[in-house]
């Protein structure tokens, strides 16, 4: 047991969530995710509103994940567990597509470092989840994953884009451990992909895995025993009141996880949600203890954050996203943020 992960190995430090790909719906409808550069120019760097300069840098690693894509039809397929509409290999290429595309996702993070004053920025990778229903056994799981990772590990060294972003490892992206009868084990499959995850290098540094569970999510205080180099624990408090912060703070303070933080486009007109946000954004000043008398430290200062800020939303009034929209609309709560991602409390 230890305090959360040490800011000294700089393994991360700020990671936002970078949704890409499709969500699919509970009426099984894909929701196109994709970003451009501009969408990327005010998570790299803060810009001050009297002056017009760069203040400050925003967010440190971007990690890159879909849930869904589509297959050939046109049909959603889930990227994460399922059983009804698994993707197969042929839709995890086409996710790999999709984040290469030109001017948008990866290429368009390298062309906004391109514009900003950042000379590079990190990014991870999430890995597609293998379903039992596509590979029929555990070492066939192992392969398939391997052998995606080893396609994109092509892609990228033959890109233009290391030129502008640091690979730095990859992202399990199942939130939770499944067994699926005495056949089929996450545990194993976990483990072997973080093992071969570590052979590899990109300029001659080790590539590492992450995972970011949620609160009483099956196997998640097992990270360290599954080959994980770094893990953080969701509070999921801001879509469950009923959820505690500070239970999954303390959770993250004992396993020497990080903390999640938790918001999506509700913060923007729903001052419920709202002061949800900033419950966090205290605690994290603070420290404290939870309901058993559990302390945590002041996670805004001791610990590796990964930002959850949602995806995208297309309505009647365009495209939008939660912490980009905060940016456009001038709202207050994007500045705070900023102090926040940079050690400065001011709630």
Known sequence: ?????????????????????????????????????????????????????????????????????????????????????????????RYLDELFLCNRNLDALCQAVQRSCLSTTNVWIALPYPNPQIFSNDLLRVQAVVDWMCLFLATWTDSHLKCCLR?????????????????????????????????????????????????????????????FDLAFLQPNAYFNPQRSISEAAASAYEYGMGVEMEFDLAVTYDQAKRERLLAYLRKGTTGGTDAQGRYFGPYQFESPLAWYTGGWFFGKNGRKQAMVSLYHSNDPLYDIIFRYLNGINEL
């Open 1 to 93: 047991m230890s305090p959360y992960p040490s800011l000294e190995k700089g393994q991360v430090d700020q990671l936002f969530l970078t949704y890409t790909g499709y969500s699919i719906g509970s009426d099984g409808t894909p929701h196109y995710q994709f970003w451009e550069m501009t969408d990327f120019l005010p998570l790299l760097t803060h810009t001050d509103s009297k002056t017009g300069c760069v203040d400050g840098t925003m967010f440190s690693d971007f990690l890159f994940l879909a849930l869904g894509i589509l297959n050939e039809s046109g049909e959603g397929r889930h990227l994460t567990r399922n059983e009804k509409t698994p993707a197969n290999w042929n839709e995890w290429v």
């Open 167 to 227: 690979l730095q490892g990859f992202y399990w992206l199942q939130e939770s451990l499944y067994e699926h009868g005495g056949k089929y084990d996450d545990r194993f499959v976990i483990a072997e992909v973080n093992q071969q995850i570590h052979t590899c290098k990109m300029d001659g540094t080790p590539l590492k895995s992450i995972w970011i569970p949620y609160q009483q999510a099956r196997g998640w205080s097992e990270w360290r025993s599954l080959g």
